[in-house]
């Protein structure tokens, strides 16, 4: 109603006026109505550059891995397979072997049966007489038998006291070797010494059957070649 006059007066002037609303004096119910309870607040830090978090781990140890027992029944490819590989090897060690024969038979010879019925002048004591004798008849003061290798046939007589081609030429036109002269002979000589100290000569001889086969004696020869070599390596150095 208040609203409706004042209005009315405003035209009653005769200007426009400002009007405006003013509240009614009685107060509302919500002005007695207890106030509000204050909410605290709290404003947030303002976040800084993002930083990664680092999260502390304890190192892994891996528990220990057990194999497995082998199977008691191995598979059929794999017997099989470990069978080849072990006749594999023993072939290859089959042929090695077989290599450092033949490249020591190239050597060293192989060892010749004596003859089934060998006559008495090839043994032992029939050659230690027989050269022994012939030495004294060739002259040679100081020559004489040191040994003889029966070890392996022919046997081989070694000594002192000559050493040159000339010497065992005077030794076979002895009549204590005439017996020897058609068979077949090898000799070596060996002289060691000289300069600061006396030279020493040394020899030694084979003896055997010309009735051998030319197998037989190429193989004879190469041994005694060999078994020669083997005690001009034994001669005590001067």
């Known amino acids: 109603m208040r609203l409706i006059i004042t209005f009315l007066l405003g035209v009653v002037c005769g200007g426009i006026g400002v009007w405006q609303i003013k509240p009614d004096a009685t107060p509302s119910p919500m002005e007695n109505a207890a106030p509000l309870p204050a909410v605290a607040t709290r404003q947030s830090p303002t976040p800084g550059p993002s930083t990664p978090a680092v999260r502390s781990k304890a190192p892994h140890t891996p528990s220990p891995v057990t194999p497995a027992p082998p199977s008691p029944h191995a598979a059929p490819g794999t017997t099989a397979q470990l069978e080849s590989e072990k006749q594999t090897h023993v072939a290859s060690l089959e042929e090695k072997l077989q290599l450092e024969r033949a490249l020591r038979a190239l050597d060293q010879g192989e060892p010749v049966p004596a003859p ?17 004798k012939a030495l004294a008849q060739a002259g040679f003061e100081d020559a004489s038998v040191s040994s003889i290798d029966c070890t392996e046939y022919p046997c081989i007589v070694y ?8 010497d065992f030429e005077r030794l076979s036109e002895t009549s204590a ?3 020897y002269r058609t068979d077949r002979q090898q000799a070596f000589g060996w002289r060691m010494g000289g300069t600061d100290a006396p030279e020493k000569r040394y020899f030694g001889l ?3 059957s010309r009735d051998e086969s030319p197998q037989r004696q190429e193989a004879l020869n190469q041994r005694i070649q060999y078994r020669s070599r083997q005690m001009q390596q034994t001669l005590p150095r001067p």
């Open 177 to 179: 070797f005439s017996e």
């Open 159 to 166: 000594g002192e006291g000559m050493a040159g081609r000339d």
């Open 206 to 208: 084979a003896l055997y």
């Open 116 to 132: 089934a019925s060998l006559d008495a002048r090839f043994q032992e004591a029939a050659l230690v007489e027989s050269i022994g």
